[in-house]
C-alpha cells in the first residue's frame, strides 16, 4: 500500500478488542484501555532535566538536546497514560498523536535555541535539499519504537542528534519508560546513565547476540532478513533479538550486549544518534555492504569491530542481491 494510504483513516488501540467488547465506534476506544499493564511507568521525569551527570555541560547543543530529549519523554509517557489515537502511514508502519506531539515540542525547542540550523525530523516528512548538507543538522527520531509503544511495550525513544558539516557530533537516545539515558559526544565518549560504554569484546560469532531490525517491507527485504538470520544460526551464535527499537538496537551494541546488529532498511533519524553512541563505544558501523554510513535511507550493520568482516561476508552470501545496482535498498 502506498505511503499515507491510510492518512485518513484514524485508528484507535481499542478498536482492535471491538469485537470483543461490543462496543460500536472506534471513538469509544483509547489506548488507555489496553496499556493499564503499563499505567505506572516509573520513568516520569521532571521537565527538562536528563537524570545524569554524563556529559553535562559538555557543548550548548549536547544540553539542549538532553534538555529537549526529557521533555518528550515527558510527552510520550502522558500520552500512555491517558490515550492516544494512531493510524497507519504505510502498511503496519503506525504513527500516533504522540510522535506527532513530540515531535513538535522538539522542533519548537530546537527552532528557539539555534534558529539558524536545519532539522531533520520524521513526522515533518523534511527532507535534505540537494546534495549539500547543511552546517548545523539536527536529526530527529521523537519516538523510535512506535509499534512498541502503540502496544504498551515499554521499549521506544527520543532520538536526537546533532551533525556539523556532515559529522555527528553529539545525541541522546533516551528511553523515557525505563529512565534510561544514553549520551554521547564525539571524542568524549559514549554513556549509559553515569557509566561510559564499551562494546563487547567477542571476536567470533559464536559467542554472541546478534540484533536486527525488519523494515515494514514484506517482500524481498523481509526474505533477505530471514535468509541471514538462518545463516546467522549456522554459526552457532547464542541468540537473536528483534526489539523494535532501532536506536536502542545501537545502544544495545555499544553496551556490548549485542556483538552486531543489522537492519536492511533503516531512515536517518533511526540511526544518526545511535551511530555515533557505537562509534564512540569503540565499534563500528558502516551499511550492511561496508560502504560510509552517510545521512540517507539505506542499511545500516553495526558490530564491536571485530565481528564486521565476518557479518559483511553473511550479508553479502544471503542478501547481496539487495545491494546490487538496481535494487538497493539504499
Ligand atoms: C522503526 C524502529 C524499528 C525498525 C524500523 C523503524 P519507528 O522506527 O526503529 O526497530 O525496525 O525499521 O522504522 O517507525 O518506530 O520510528
Ligand atoms: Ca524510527
Ligand atoms: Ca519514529
Redo the contacts with the bound molecule.
Keep these: 500500500m502506498a505511503e499515507d494510504g491510510l492518512a485518513s483513516l484514524p485508528l484507535v488501540a481499542g478498536l482492535f478488542r471491538q469485537s470483543s467488547w461490543g462496543r460500536q465506534s472506534p471513538q469509544d476506544f483509547t489506548w488507555f484501555e489496553i496499556l493499564l499493564p503499563y499505567e505506572n511507568f516509573d520513568g516520569l521525569q521532571s521537565e527538562g532535566v536528563a537524570d545524569t551527570m554524563a556529559l553535562e555541560n559538555h557543548s550548548r547543543e549536547l544540553d539542549i538536546a538532553r534538555s529537549v530529549a526529557a521533555q518528550a519523554g515527558v510527552v510520550l509517557l502522558e500520552y500512555q497514560q491517558r490515550g492516544f489515537t494512531i493510524r497507519e502511514k504505510g502498511t503496519s508502519?503506525?504513527?500516533s498523536e504522540a510522535?506527532v506531539s513530540a515531535e513538535k515540542l522538539i522542533l519548537d525547542c530546537l527552532g528557539e535555541a539555534f534558529p539558524d540550523h536545519v532539522v531533520l525530523a520524521?513526522e515533518s516528512r523534511t527532507e535534505l535539499q540537494g546534495t549539500s548538507i547543511p552546517e548545523h543538522l539536527w536529526v530527529v527520531?521523537p519516538?523510535?519504537?512506535?509499534?512498541?509503544?502503540a502496544h504498551g511495550i515499554p521499549h521506544?525513544a527520543v532520538s536526537i542528534a546533532y551533525y556539523r558539516n556532515g559529522a555527528a557530533e553529539c545525541g541522546v537516545v533516551y528511553n523515557p519508560a525505563r529512565n534510561d539515558w544514553y549520551i554521547v559526544a564525539r571524542g568524549a565518549g559514549a554513556w549509559f546513565q553515569n557509566e561510559r560504554m564499551q562494546v563487547g569484546s567477542q571476536q567470533t560469532l559464536t559467542d554472541c547476540l546478534v540484533g536486527l531490525?525488519?523494515?515494514?517491507d514484506r517482500g524481498t527485504m523481509m526474505e533477505a532478513t530471514l535468509a541471514t538470520i538462518h545463516q546467522l544460526f549456522q554459526t552457532g551464535i547464542h541468540g537473536i533479538r528483534?526489539?523494535?527499537?532501532?536506536?536502542l538496537?545501537l545502544a544495545h551494541v555499544a553496551r556490548g550486549f549485542y556483538g552486531a546488529y543489522f537492519?536492511y532498511?533503516?531512515?536517518p533519524?533511526?540511526f544518526a544518534a545511535g551511530r555515533l553512541l557505537v562509534e564512540e563505544a569503540g565499534g563500528r558501523v558502516t551499511t550492511a555492504s561496508g560502504e560510509e554510513l552517510g545521512l540517507c535511507k539505506g542499511s545500516v550493520l553495526a558490530s564491536n569491530g571485530f565481528l564486521h568482516p565476518k557479518m559483511l561476508e553473511i550479508i553479502q552470501q544471503t542478501a547481496g542481491q539487495l545491494f546490487c545496482s538496481g535494487a538497493s535498498p539504499q
Design positions: 508502519d503506525l504513527v510522535d520524521e527520531d519516538l523510535d519504537g512506535t509499534t512498541n509503544f521506544f531490525g525488519f523494515y515494514y528483534r526489539f523494535g527499537t532501532a536506536a538496537d537492519e532498511q533503516l531512515s533519524w533511526d
